[in-house]
């Protein structure tokens, strides 16, 4: 069955600044706490060349724009701009985005720009990072400049890329641990940037808008009973709509104000971050998919750390809350997360349940292994059925009323995986590099390279399957 997606949907593929510019110094850039991460495992490899976006972004944005992509989410990185993350300005890393965003409007593509993706400047971590007022003082004055400079070219902002896996999923992404008490002090923090963050695109951006992009994957119970549905709220809670509650609807979710009482953890929050959170709203939400998770409610404290579900929520062990769980119902990818296109339906129809605002998927994707071959075509046909399954539950979200209006997958081309290096390969295009050998960085378009450029072109995809009514 043809599945058609509304006229002006915004087709589009993402990346991020660390994980595919390299040039990790070129230009006066200063370093990043993704320069700096400490690493356990050496055998992949780090972000200082990644697949040298930096050097190639003429090349991959032209693939992107022959692939049809109407649009393309990237990062600016803090520390070309900003070295140090305030004080002077880098003219030389503000005239590359120039550059980048002026070959996407070229192509016709537009430019969709994520403000901070994982990346704080390593200057601002020494003197607190996100425990800080002052790193958000320092994002708010970052945020300013860069509105400033492309606000008249690029109309759609992206503000804090998945503040909620930073946080829980902090080992994997900072390469340390943040302890709990002083988490939801950084939560505070990231939400106020953000909030600032809005507040300065409405001011100078003109028709600018701007949205969270917070990882949204439904939370399930293990089973029926009453203590894991609970565990399941809980986790959705902590998880998500805390963030979107916070970014949505100005508030501090209840569950986990409950959550934060019965564990000890308070937070300073003045008068001005209470009227700060209560007068600035999203346009619009981004939010980026891979997979649910499941958790039970842990009956037994001892053996907490038996309970991995995927990747992605490993860190769910939470004594007298909820634990992470296997969903035995799911298959997995060769790094074993879990695949779940009912999972995106269900988030999706939840976060219109919840907040009734636009959507745009900002990232969803299946890394896998894959080599070149020696013809150099790379046959990703386990890519292809990821995206056929997880877009036609887009189609079945629009037909039932969600306001989805643009997806934007992980990712755009191949790129360094936040903590499995080049191994896992997620793009519509291939880059000839591996772990340790960077080769010459060329790129090959995917088999789901084309079969995306058909889907974009017809405005629609063919689920494969039968037509069938109901809610299944
Ligand atoms: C998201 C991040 C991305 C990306 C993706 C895949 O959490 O926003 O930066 O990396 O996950 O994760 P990984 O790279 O660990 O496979």
Redesign the pocket.
């Known amino acids: 069955m043809i599945r058609r997606f509304p006229d002006g949907f915004l087709w589009g593929a993402s990346c991020?600044a660390h994980?595919t510019e390299g040039a990790w110094d070129a230009d006066g850039k200063g370093l990043s706490v993704q320069d700096t991460r400490p690493r356990d495992t050496h055998d992949i490899c780090d972000f200082t060349v990644a697949v040298d976006f930096y050097h190639h972004y003429r090349e991959d944005i032209a693939l992107l724009a022959e692939m049809g992509a109407k649009v393309f989410r990237f990062s600016i990185a803090w520390t070309r701009i900003l070295p140090e993350g305030t004080g002077a300005v880098n003219e030389a890393g503000l005239a590359h985005y120039d550059d980048v965003v002026n070959a996407c409007l070229e192509h016709g593509v537009e430019p969709m720009i994520t403000l901070y993706?994982?990346d704080l400047p390593q200057a601002l971590e020494d003197r607190g990072g996100w425990d800080s007022r002052e790193t958000v003082d320092a994002f708010e004055n970052y945020a300013r400049i860069v509105f400033e400079r492309y606000g008249d070219r690029v109309q759609r902002w992206l503000t804090i890329?998945?503040p909620n896996?930073m946080l829980l999923v902090d080992k994997k992404i900072l390469g340390r641990a943040i302890p709990l008490e002083r988490k939801y002090q950084q939560f505070h923090h990231l939400m106020i940037a953000e909030k600032l963050a809005i507040k300065a695109c409405h001011e100078l951006v003109p028709g600018g808008q701007i949205g969270p992009v917070p990882?949204i994957s439904i939370v399930y119970p293990a089973s029926a009973k009453p203590k894991d549905f609970r565990a399941s709220l809980y986790f959705n809670a902590i998880r998500q709509w805390a963030y979107l509650d916070f970014s949505c609807k100005g508030i501090y979710n209840p569950l986990l104000l409950d959550y934060l009482a019965k564990k000890g953890v308070s937070i300073e929050v003045t008068d001005a971050d209470r009227e700060l959170m209560a007068a600035h709203f999203p346009d619009f939400i981004a939010m980026?998919y891979?997979t649910s998770v499941t958790v039970e409610y842990p009956e037994d404290a001892s053996n907490m750390a038996d309970g991995i579900s995927d990747?992605?929520s490993e860190d769910i062990m939470d004594a007298g809350f909820y634990k992470g769980f296997t969903n035995p119902n799911l298959e997995k990818t060769q790094f074993a997360w879990t695949i779940d296109p009912q999972g995106m339906l269900t988030t999706l129809l939840a976060i219109e349940d919840r907040y009734a605002m636009p959507i745009v998927i900002t990232?969803n994707g299946l890394?896998a292994y894959i080599e070149l071959t020696p013809e150099g075509t790379i046959k990703d046909d386990y890519r292809i059925d990821y995206y056929r399954k997880h877009l036609t539950m887009c189609a079945r979200a629009i037909e039932s009323g969600v306001q989805l209006v643009g997806y934007s997958p992980?990712s755009a081309i191949d790129l360094v995986?936040?903590?499995?290096g080049m191994r896992?390969r997620y793009g519509f295009i291939f880059v000839d590099r591996d772990e340790a050998d960077e080769k010459q960085l060329a790129r090959y378009p995917k088999k789901s390279f084309h079969w995306y450029q058909r889907v974009i072109a017809d405005n629609a995809v063919d689920d494969g399957i039968e037509s069938k009514e109901g809610v299944a």
Not at 417 to 420: A, F, K, L
């Open positions: 991020s994980q993706h994982f890329n998945e896996i990882n980026n891979y990747q992605q990232e890394g992980w995986s936040v903590h499995e896992k």
